[in-house]
C-alpha cells in the first residue's frame, strides 16, 4: 500500500533548482532508503516531505505530494509536520529539558495537557521502543547533555515517535556516530518499521542495504532510479546506478 | 629580525597593559582609602544631614537607587526582548531596519541627551521631577544597549534545535517561547546584569528627572535621591565632610558593579 506519493516535485533554493521532477512512491511498513552522492538533493527531497525544506525563506517546492491521498500542501503545515516526523543527522535533543521532557516535547511544547501518569506512560512506552529505558530509567530528570551521543540520538528518535507519526523520515541519523551506536539504530530501524513508515537518507551504501526495503538513487536532483533494494543492488537498470553502488564514482 | 619584531611587540603590548593597570589600582586603592575611612553603620542607616553634624549617610540615596533602577530595569527588560524579538523574528522589514538603526544611535548619544528628552516629555508634563522619570531616562540608555544584545543572543540559537522544533508541529510562536527564550535564558540574565552595572553608575540621565533628595522619598512619583546624584552633590561641594561621604558612595557603587560582575561569572558557568 502506498503511504506518500510524489508527482513531478521540484524544490527550489530561491532561483536555483534543487529537485527536477521527482516521482516516487513510499510504501506502507517498509524503509526506504535514499542515496546518492554529496550535494544531490537526497536531503532536500526529505525535506519536502515534511515541509522543512520550506522554512528557509528562499526556499519553495511545486508539484505534488500525496500523504494517504491528501495532498500536503492543503493540509494543515503544522498537522503535516506533526504525521511526517524528523530525526536529524546530528543529535539535537533540547539540552534544557530533562530527558523526561525531550520526550514529551511534542505535547509539552503544544501546550497539550496530560496527567503525570499519561506522561509516565508515553516516557517510558517510546523510550522502551528505542531501547533506552534500561539505560535511563533511573536519570529521567538529568539533562540529556549527559548522555552519549548515540544515546541521544535514540532520544531524538523516541522525541519524534511520541509525537506519533505515521512516517518518519530519517536524515543521515547515524553519521555521526561510533558503529556500536549506529548498529543499535540500525536494528531500532527494522524492529521500527512493522509500525510506522520509515524513509532514510544515507550515505552508507551498507546500512541502505542492510535496512531498506526499497531503495532510490539520485542523482544531480533527479530521480535515476528506485526500486527493491535487492534489485537495485544486486541488478541496477541504470548505468549511473551500477557506477555508483560500485563505487567508480561518489 | 621576526623574533626582535615579535619581542618588541611584547614589550610594549605588556608595559600597555600594566601601565593602564597601574592607573585602574590607583583609582582603586584611592576609592578604597578614602571612601573605607566614611564607610560606618551610619552611612547604610542615615539619611542626608546638614553640613556640620558630623553625622549623615546614604539611606536615601541606596534605596533611591534601589527603586529608580529596578523601575528603569522592568523597562529595559520588558521591551528590550520585545524589541530583540521582534530584529529576530522581521530582520528584512523597513521597521526593523529602522529600530536597528535607531537604536545605534542612541547606543551612542549622550546619555543627559536622555535626561533632556525625559525632562521636555515627561517631567514638564508632570509638573515635577520624580524618580519615575529618572527610571525612564535610565531605560533610555540601556535600552537600545539591550535590544541589540537580545538579538545577539536570539539569533545565536543553534539552527539544529529550531528544527528540531519545528519538525514536531509546532508554530512558531510556540518555538520563540519554548525554544528560542528557553535557550536565551541564561545569556538574557547576565546581559540584564550588565546593563543593570551600566546605568547604575549613571548621573547625567538623572540631573534632569529624579532630580535628587535630601530627605527619604520611596514614592517615585516623587523627586528622589540616588547614589551616583548624591555623590556628584557632595563632590561638588566645598565641605571635606561630604567629599568623604562621595568617596564611601563611590566605594559602594564600585562594590555593587563587582558584586553583579561577580553574580555574572557564576551565571555565565551555569549557562555552560
Known sequence: MIKMKLQDVHAFFGKNEVLKGINLDIYDKAVTAIIGPSGCGKTTLLRCLNRMHELDKNAYITGKILLDGEDIFKMDLYKVRRKVGMVFQRPNPFPFMSIKDNVLAGFLMSGKRLSKKQKEEICERNLIRVALWDETKDRLNDLPTNLSGGQQQRLCIARALANDPEVILMDEPTSALDPISTAKIEELIVNLKSEIVIVIVTHNMQQAARISDFTSFMYMGSLVEYGITEQIFKVPKEKLTEDYITGRFG | ??????????IFTLSVAIFVSIILIFILFQLIKDGISSLSLNFFIESARPVGSNSGGFKQAILGSLIIDSIAMLIIVFLSILGGLFLYVYPETLLSKILKESMSLLQGTPTIVCGICVYYILVRSMGHFSGLAGSVALALVGIPYMV?????????????????AYSLGLSRTRVILYVVLKFAKFPLLAISLLTLARIAGETAPLLFTAFGNSFLELNPLRPMAAIPLQIYVYAISPYDEWHRL?????????AFVTVLSLILGRYRRLGE
Not at chain 2, 152 to 161: A, N, R
Not at chain 2, 246 to 254: H, K, Q, R, V, Y
Open chain 2, 1 to 10: 629580525m621576526r623574533v626582535i619584531i615579535d619581542k618588541i611587540f611584547q
Open chain 2, 148 to 164: 541589540l544584545a537580545s538579538e545577539q543572543i536570539f539569533s545565536m540559537t543553534p539552527t539544529l534545535l529550531l528544527e528540531a
Open chain 2, 246 to 254: 562621595a568617596w564611601a558612595g563611590a566605594l559602594i557603587l564600585i
